[in-house]
């Protein structure tokens, strides 16, 4: 698999009705569901095309040779805005894992050496620390999805495009810091890196917090994930339509040995509270400085 071969894909919202080809018999039923386990979407696929269901906003249509995606919108009041957001963090991430390729749920900013890329479950922080992490000099990558394509001895990751979206109570954050002076040189990794452009994966981060996790030490930890658990988090965290296709299935697996066997996986504990969110990315910033001079 080549991130050279990974689709720009785009939408247009019609008045339509999509529907899938095939017959009832060859069609593949999907749902997904949030934290609280609901059910978020619904989706439907037929081996070729595929169709993505938000109750209340959408129907997202994708066709084999079609850059753009057909958007039947619900309702009356169309929410362009919710409809595009929902387009790039969770429509084209799943749309390009139902056609081949592999991404994660996650969020990267770039190093001198390549990527690091941070994944973890919904809220737990990959936006927050990714933006920390530009805020002092690294260039911002990804928010929600990263490609990844592993080929020979390398993982590189093609840059999707995705706005940065953070929670309520980190924007407020920033907001009352009025920026942040980067503590080491920038020159050349600040600048916004266009859609599209490739660089090789340094090393991935599994976020783990800590809630309420009493008795436990605020220090924040990293640590190195032997292959056999790095493989099942990435895949714990990857995007993924639908694994009823045995060839699809089998690719997907094999997909994620190779990135473990290539690519250094930490787990990172670390307690939520936004009162620890400054140490956490200091502790961050300091795992990074300190693996690019090992790496070196």
Not at 133 to 147: E, F, K
Not at 156 to 181: A, T
Request: glycine share 8%; charged share 20%.
């Amino acid at each position: 698999m080549s991130s050279l071969s990974i689709p720009g894909l785009g939408y247009s919202v019609e008045e339509c009705s999509p529907e899938i080809g095939g017959s009832p018999e060859t069609r593949r039923r999907q749902e997904w569901r949030d934290n609280a386990r609901n059910i978020c979407a619904t989706g439907v696929s037929d081996g070729c095309s595929c169709a993505i269901h938000f109750p209340g906003l959408a129907t997202y249509h994708y066709e084999p040779g079609k850059a753009d995606l057909r958007v039947c919108a619900e309702g009356n009041s169309v929410n362009l805005e919710q409809i595009e957001d929902t387009f790039y963090r969770s429509v084209a991430p799943l749309v390009i894992q139902f056609i081949g390729h592999e991404v994660l749920h996650a969020s990267a900013v770039v190093t001198e050496q390549g990527l690091i890329v941070i994944c973890g479950r919904s809220g737990s922080g990959k936006s927050s620390f990714a933006y920390g992490l530009s805020q002092r000099g690294y260039a911002h990558w990804a928010d929600d999805a990263v490609t990844l394509a592993p080929s020979k001895q390398i993982v590189r990751s093609k840059k999707l495009k995705c706005p940065i979206r953070l929670r309520e109570n980190v924007s407020q954050y920033y907001e009352k810091e009025g920026g942040r002076e980067s503590p080491h040189d920038t020159s050349g990794w600040g600048e916004i890196i266009p859609t599209g452009s490739l660089l090789p994966v340094v090393s991935i981060i599994v976020l783990n917090p800590l809630q309420d996790a009493k008795g436990e030490s605020a220090q924040p930890k990293l640590s190195r994930l032997p292959p056999s658990l790095a493989l099942r988090h990435l895949m714990e965290n990857a995007y993924c339509f639908t694994l009823d296709d045995n060839e699809r299935k089998k690719s997907f697996f094999q997909h994620y040995v190779a990135i473990t066997s290539m690519v250094t996986v930490y787990q990172f504990k670390y307690h939520q509270c936004m009162k620890y969110y400054n140490q956490n990315l200091d502790y961050l910033a300091w795992a990074i400085e300190e693996n690019a001079k090992t790496s070196a």
